[in-house]
């Protein structure tokens, strides 16, 4: 077997006159008049070579049998082409391989597809052959960067002294365990593991254990209710200190934000990244994950129409809401059609509606504006700005409402109107998330994040008094309107941890059943810690400009949670589950067991 | 709060006259004669504290509090002590730190056992509570070196192109899954995944998918019969490459495995690492993973014994067995009881007995002598290098009997006779593994390794007529007399594939039904590759210098695979049951279900 000195992609002008072995595949080959090209690819990139009867004898007639996607081992001199067939697509297009010996390593079926990159494949075929997939470029170099970032986190992290530390895969079922994953075994009858949705108690827990500083790439399971950009297993870059304040924890992930652009892309992130707070996210775009790449600021106008004649706005006023408005630049020029469908898009996002005004040679115009009083036109105007050409639209209900609504018809508009920059990435932090939120159903409050998130300090004594109010020191890392990590730091004080189950309606007899020996590891000198998890999935994403968390991930599952290439999950022999102790139970509304998508055992 | 500016363990006398804020916990405290001794620990190690009215103020009252294991701030001057007072088995054990500034950052009750090295604790206290296990120092300095021999593994696969390829944890249970886990889900009745025992398939299928080189440090699971050595996950560096050959990937795996040690404990492996056959292992030391820090060669004497008057020698001999001997130097002088115990350590490796003969002053002596001609005794003087002072040991049996009573004899002399020298690391691949092995209860051969396992090229012909002579390109990777990896050239051609299936008793159909999607996958122009896969675990073990492979793990399970800590598995609430379309059925010998262990939520 002739094994490659050389890859295919990388050969040059300067390496012309050496004799090379290439090893790959059949990309392409045409028969021009007795002399026989071959495109040979491999994971570098492509290479043409060159069959002459003058000087590839034999090889030549080897050479002829070879089809697309067959696997060569070629032999010969690098030759610079001529400059007329210079090749400008291809890295390697100013040479060429005179072959003089040839080997047939492997025969190939014809795909099912063509491999190569822009070509329209339904995604379940690429993915049921997901192997001849990963041999287009595009995917080729995903998974090139997607393997560089990861080294880069791992460079960086253990740089800074973070230790990698496994942490378990079947472990237990949480309180909240709804969307576990569980795990039957052959020795435990009736007892259970469960996949990790994360290593959040486990990364305390070696905080505890004293390793101060850890990172873990780490594998997380979530069976929940199917959505198009969720996977039931994902990757997180994993990540707790013990030691360092919220400030030291956030500029050291800046850094290393800066490093995982900088050495995969090339792309240079200013530093210091913006931090805006919860609050002031919300208010301003109506989203805790702010798409900052364009400004388009939602204004409050509640004081201003507290009074008005606008009957909506002055109610909502009056019961608590927010009147708020969105100034579409330029957009007065709007069709009705267009302005028709703001109602639906209200609707949407649980609007009950979305009022407008055009503002036209100086004209304001819309079903509001005659209810207008002068100084609340003048106030409006300079609140939101106003110029001739603009549309205004305002949205008023709950703040949550408004702050859906307004934050994606300010999504809508950005892309719309062209006001994103595609070639930028705009890193922020969201800061000081509430600790708690109203439970309607419940009738108390839970924790936005964890139990375990520390609150402000400054906030403590509203834990007492007014737990709506209290801040975490839990903070969000958002990139381009995506959120791509988030974390906080932990309570490490017992009569914190006491306060804070208390108002969320727990006794610490209660707090012990549902997380025990947690509770107990924190008794035994629990250092101040925190941390941050970042989806890798989803960063690997926005860095190679996919919007298909799929393409991201080697053999990804589809939004049913189905591998179509293995065939999984799959129905498997009584015997296995007898070893297993368990049975299944047919679902209510179930097809017929052997319907089962793809059943070869059963 | 007082943040770090310096750790514990790293200060010198190089720091002496610097102000330092250290976070550490308290290791012990000693008040002598008014003055506090704190020595305050963190991950790097252990610094002496001072508290002394004349330069601590009001810390020492704060200090006073401090019991072990609480989690102090300290702030204070680096000092040198006075030289009658330096401690040499301290790494700071020249210096002291004069507090000034102190704070008390958390409480800690008495832990359960003492936070130092070499203490008799009994491992299931220390796995209940691992958390505090693991700021033992030993403990710090395994889960550091694990971190750091992980990263060496991935700087060097990095840096030879390799891609680290995360494969699915959520897969399909394989034709042999009598010890996959399976795992069913809310969305898909009557199905379920299995978790992975290797990522055999995807590897294989990378290299159908033209990524070349794939690395990945995977987590792998088996639901097997418990045994003291065995984890229900594991860990493995899983490697695949195309286009190399057997040579070419076992040299690059040797220059791996000399910069893991180098770069993690400073030791210098010899290379290139030794190769022997299997044929030749199982001869000369009874095993596939022989220990070769030392000698000690069983030798076959099956042609010297053929005719002997000992009659079990001549009728193994005729009846197609062997006749291997051992020469246990000086050990000619073991008492009565040793020759004696020597019949019940065969008979624990299923041997029916050793026959012995001890050297003293010229003289043989033992049960058989008296049958043994002059000739042999000259012959086995010759072949076993006898001198007086020797036992002689000496097992007829089928080969497998031999080898395993030998080979164990063997490895009990090396300990017993201090022949090992504990500080050297001896690495050898032990090569051309037998491709089949014949199964006596299905009557048929089946694969050593797997069914993708490459035959050696010149023993090809041999599957058709003598298959059980053909050897496979398959190594294991042995250090110590332990198998650290192993792995194989796979077959990637469709007429050895199927003269492999046929070999197997399979017809090409049946092996599609068995292999499907692979079999598919192979079609479309597989490139030759082969791979291996290290236990990272037992190399991790052998590194530190432990025994048990749970040492070498954060968060491990114990031999009955139960989490101690956590207490996984465990009993799940029915209604997560329901949503997963299972129940559970007793186990027939079955303890009533409420006394499983630690049930919290049933």
Redesign the interface.
Known sequence: ?M??THSCGTLTKADVGQTVTL?G?VQRRRDLGGVLFIDL???TGIVQTVFNPDFSGAALETGDKARN???LAVRGKVVERDAETYNANLATGEIEIRVTEIEI?????T?PFPIEDGVEVDESIRLK???????RPE??RT??L??KA??VF?DFL?GEGF???????????T?E??R????????????????PQSPQ??KQ??M?????RYYQIA?C?R??D?RADRQ??F?QVDIET????QD?LLGMMEQLMARVFRETIGYEIPLPFQRITYAEAMDKYGSDKPDLRFDLEIKNITDIVANSEVKVFASVAASGGEVKALNAKGCASWSRKELDDLQPFAARYGGKGLAWITVKDGEWKGPIVKFLKPEEIEALTERLGVEDGDLLTFSADKPKVVADVLGNLRLKLGRDLGLIDESKFKFLWVVDFPLLEWDEDAKRYVAMHHPFTRPNEEDLELLATDPGKVRAQAYDIVLNGYEVGGGSMRI???DVQELMFKTLGFSMEQAH?QF??LLD?F??????HGGIAFGLDRLIMLLTGRTNLRET???P?TA????L????????ELS????????????PS?KP?AA??G???A
């Open positions: 077997m094994l490659k090893n595949w690819r491999d994971r996607e067959y696997v390593l492997n025969a190939a079926k795909p052959h997901r192997y001849l997939d990963l041999r995917m080729q998974m090139l997607r393997s990861s080294k791992r253990d230790l990698d530390v496994e942490t378990p895969i079947l472990t237990k079922s309180p365990g709804a576990d994953y569980l795990v039957p075994s052959r020795v435990h009858a009736e007892e259970f593991f469960a996949l108690i486990f827990l070696l505890v254990g004293g390793i101060e594998r399971f069976d929940e199917l039931p297993e990757t013990s030691f360092l304040s030291q490490y004080k017992r059943e025990g020996f590891a008794e035994y000198g629990t250092p101040p991930i080697a053999f599952k049913s949670a189905t591998d290439m293995v065939d999984a999950p799959s129905t498997v296995q589950l007898e070893q297993l102790h368990i049975r299944t139970v047919a679902k179930a067991a089962g998508a059943a070869p055992q």
